[in-house]
């Protein structure tokens, strides 16, 4: 495949793509799920039973996301983004890597770790300070919660909309780093696939969605990317 400067590119990523920074994966060896049970910590019904437990979790979540860098997989996304600017990072990553290597056009499915929000108010706020909370509660007195998707959280329609948009329009679909099992995330290499892109996985793992895929790369997210860009005549 050689691309032209035009294509439509998507970049889909997950908790792989910032394992190679240090950040741990949610599944398998060393997977964030394997110590803590999200329904104890990633879930609005957690948050209303004890907010500051949660709250306590995703502070320690972005003290040790800070303590991480963008890898050289992230600056060659950019990269690819500077030559070809019709492509698209879609991600279920929270931490910001992607936006912290310069990338722009960023869709965050789950949503960021660096954003509170008030549900009472419908407010965002971005005061945290050195990743530790500056103040947990918003001004109306109500805490304030990560604006993240949880587990049994509704997507936000716009977004789910734009990612269809541009998944449906897009020539390359280039998957990192994602167990492809939460839904509805997991659907759209499917989606990719039935539009007319051409789909690769990078994943030293098997997926479920493996099949699927017109080539699989097992290798890790940065040497997988180098591995990819041969193929596709960067
Ligand atoms: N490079 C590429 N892939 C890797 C690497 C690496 N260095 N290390 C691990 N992987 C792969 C694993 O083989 C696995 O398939 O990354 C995948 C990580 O899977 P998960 O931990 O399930 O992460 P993800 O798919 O992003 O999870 C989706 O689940 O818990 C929710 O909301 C959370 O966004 C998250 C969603």
Known sequence: MKLNRND?????????????????????????????????????????????????????????????????????MKGIEDKYPNTTIITQNIDGMHQRSGSKNVIELHGSLWRMRCESEGTIHEDLENGKYSNRYCECGNFQRPDIIWFQDMLDEKIINNTIFTITACSLFISIGTSASVWPAAGFPKLAKQSGAYCIEINPEETELSSIYDEVIREKAGRGLELCLEKVQY
């Open 8 to 76: 439509n590119i998507v970049f889909f990523t997950g908790a792989g793509m910032s394992a190679e920074s240090g950040v741990p994966t949610y599944r398998g060896s060393g997977g964030i799920w394997n110590e803590y049970q999200w329904e104890e910590y990633a879930c609005e019904r957690a948050f209303r039973n004890n907010p500051n437990n949660v709250l306590d979790f995703h502070e320690l979540r972005r003290i040790e996301a800070l303590k991480c860098k963008p890898h050289a997989g992230h600056f060659r």
